[in-house]
């Protein structure tokens, strides 16, 4: 069977959360189904790093979609086009934007609708896109695959989706994020905060990442303990970062906060390694693979208590609320003021992190893949 794929987020050292998942799910599945042929459409010139097989057919389909009028047209004239003259029999997104116009059967994942609960985190136009046409491509698809059941609760009571329709295909995380040995702790921290010990946040800047109440809680927590504790805020600059700036500026310990920028993955895994704790309080997360590099790292985690974070951490994690300043420092202040606490957290973390691999994702994907094909089968 021909299986066109939608891979324009597969960047060469640009990859985020959605990138991630595609790059990994579809390495391992392309090269355990050679009797497959794969149509990789990207919006761009592509490294030949993603081109794991040979049952991978690669093919550049302009314009590059990434503004909301190339989306439409990318997604309704470009790939109908890109889909025929290919004669592909299946169509897979893994970004949650697919075509309205083809006739192709689609499996999409969507990762997750923040964007349907908090519209003005987004700019407007993006917003008004997303929002009109993400119900449309739940409705559209074959089968929806999504990244927890926090999400599948979510499109399902929002876009009114049969829950039936869609399967949960949790994230994995990178093999690179391991514990690390006491030498490379040692030179991490010498590298980036002068030898002490660091909280981190790892992800884009973006308002629903709750930064800028990170950054409060963090100054209160320095205010509070008098220590000598760092923060280090990993991640790319997205949009609407002014109250991150505003914050940031006012803060009193503003000299202990460390932003890296993006990172690739071989220094994230360092610097997540060497990490006293993970303080991720996003108020929306359809997943948060942060929450389980950091277990894989046996770096204890504080998250927030909302949509998919409880269900991913477990009992591996101190929850907050995201909302209160407050929640966050005493949090910050618990974890630092009580050793029993972080082995307790790592211990309960080594147990709900297998539950979280590439392979399992890969294998629960194909699995949504195979319901459509099956189906297709047995009507020819």
């Known amino acids: 069977m021909k299986i066109a794929v939608n891979t324009r987020l597969l960047l060469k050292d640009r990859l985020e959360g959605i990138g991630w998942f595609t790059l990994e799910s579809l390495k391992r599945i392309t090269q355990a189904h050679p009797e497959h ?40 004239r470009s790939i109908p086009k890109a889909l025929k003259q290919h004669n592909a029999e299946l ?8 075509s309205l116009s083809s006739t192709v059967p689609t499996v999409n994942v969507i990762h997750d609708i923040n964007f349907a609960h908090n519209p003005k985190d987004l700019p407007f136009l993006a917003s008004k896109y997303l929002n009109h046409y993400f119900p449309l491509y739940a409705k559209k698809a074959k089968r929806l695959a999504t990244v927890s059941e926090f ?68 100054d209160a927590f320095k205010k509070s303990s008098g220590s000598d504790m760092k923060l ?14 505003n914050v940031y ?17 071989e220094e994230l895994s360092v610097i997540m390694g060497s990490a006293f704790a993970l303080t991720f309080v996003p108020y929306f997360e359809g997943f948060g693979i942060p929450i389980i590099e950091a277990m894989n790292c046996d770096v204890p985690v504080i998250t927030s208590n909302i949509t998919s974070m409880p269900e991913i951490a477990g009992d591996g994690a101190l929850l907050v609320d995201p909302y209160s300043v407050d929640s966050i ?52």
């Open 249 to 265: 500026s006012a803060m009193t310990h503003m000299r202990d906060v460390i932003f890296t920028g993006h990172l690739l993955p």
């Open 151 to 218: 999400s599948k609760d979510d499109i399902v009571s929002t876009y009114n989706i049969d829950p039936e329709k869609i399967d949960i295909v949790y994230n994995g995380a990178n093999p690179l994020y391991k514990p690390l040995d006491d030498k490379t702790i040692l030179q991490t921290k010498q590298k980036y905060t002068g030898g002490k010990d660091y909280f981190i946040f790892v992800g884009a800047l973006h308002p629903r990442k709750n930064i800028a109440r990170l950054l409060q809680a963090f």
């Open 329 to 380: 420092k005493q949090a910050m202040l618990t974890i630092t003021k009580v050793p029993a606490m972080r082995e307790k957290l790592i211990a309960y973390a080594d147990m709900q992190k297998i539950k979280f691999t590439w392979d399992r994702t890969a294998e629960k994907l194909w699995g949504c893949i195979e319901k459509v094909i099956g189906k297709r089968l047995k009507s020819t």
């Open 91 to 98: 169509f897979l997104s893994t970004d949650g934007f697919i």
């Open 232 to 245: 280090v805020i990993v991640g790319q600059q997205m949009f609407k970062t002014s109250r991150i700036q």
């Open 37 to 76: 042929e794969f149509i990789f459409i990207f919006d761009r010139p592509y490294s030949q790093e993603f081109i794991f097989s040979n049952n991978i057919t690669p093919v550049v389909v302009s314009p590059q979609a990434r503004h909301p009028l190339l989306f439409y047209i990318w997604f309704e």
